[in-house]
């Protein structure tokens, strides 16, 4: 099956510096990979997700990349603000199925 | 908005008890999920649903089950719980294939 590691699994940035996550996966069938943040006592909640026919997506601050080649996916934080802070977690999704498998999360803390 | 609710928030059962944890969902999604969170593993899958009355094992199935008699509605059953079943379980649901995935707001189980 799927299995997803995800690196660091704690980032310290100060305010206005970038923060990046790196995850690698092991099934080249793999073809969805969301970001979900988690605030502390809150659920999960997508913030971008990518798919394999697209090499890297932008959203505002957030934006994720895609090798394929490599078998790894990015998430970049730009500009980061304390309400960043959070546990972000990656994903991978086989494509013949709906099902996710997650990476252990990485705990963000934006400090001032 | 999609609404994931899940009939507890916190709920502490003792060792050997049947436990049922219910998750119901708004958005007349086809498929739904039932994860436990733990420090340092991430989101692990226990098991999923592709439709009605379907259940498939997701990673870690053993001493659980699911029951899926409605679209909507998804619940965990632990047949007999077990201290190691202390967790965070999340309820998730998803349209389709690769789409996101839309959680509840969690039950953190302790049996005592």
């Known amino acids: 099956g799927e299995n997803v590691e995800q690196h660091p699994s704690t980032l310290s940035v100060q305010e206005g510096d970038s923060a990046v996550i790196k995850c690698t996966y092991s099934?080249?069938?793999?073809?969805?990979f969301p970001w979900y943040k988690q605030e502390l006592g809150k659920r999960p909640q997508l913030i971008i997700d990518?798919?394999?026919?697209?090499g890297e997506k932008k959203d505002q601050r957030i934006a994720v990349t895609l090798n394929k080649t490599a078998k790894h996916f990015s998430l970049h934080i730009t500009e980061t603000q304390p309400e960043d802070s959070a546990v972000y977690f990656c994903?991978?999704?086989?494509?013949?199925?709906?099902?996710?498998?997650f990476g252990t999360g990485t705990r963000l803390q934006v400090t001032l | 908005d999609v609404k994931v609710t899940q009939s507890s928030r916190y709920l502490v059962k003792r060792t050997g008890e049947k436990v049922f944890l219910e998750c119901v969902q708004d958005?007349?999604?086809?498929?739904m999920f039932w994860y436990r969170q733990d420090p340092g593993l991430g989101l692990r899958l226990i098991y999923f649903?592709?439709?009605?009355?379907?259940?498939e094992k997701g990673d870690i199935p053993e001493g659980y089950s699911v029951s899926r008699e409605k679209k909507e509605r998804f619940s965990l059953i632990l047949e007999s719980a077990s201290t190691n079943q202390t967790s965070m379980y999340l309820c998730?649901?998803?349209?389709?294939?690769?789409?996101?995935?839309?959680f509840g707001d969690g039950t953190r189980l302790s049996i005592l």
């Open positions: 649903s592709y439709d009605v009355k379907m259940k």
């Open positions: 958005m007349d999604h086809e498929n």
């Open positions: 994903a991978a999704s086989p494509g013949t199925a709906s099902k996710l498998t």
């Open positions: 998730a649901s998803s349209n389709r294939r690769e789409a996101p995935q839309h």
């Open positions: 099934d080249s069938a793999s073809n969805y």
């Open positions: 990518i798919r394999s026919n697209v």
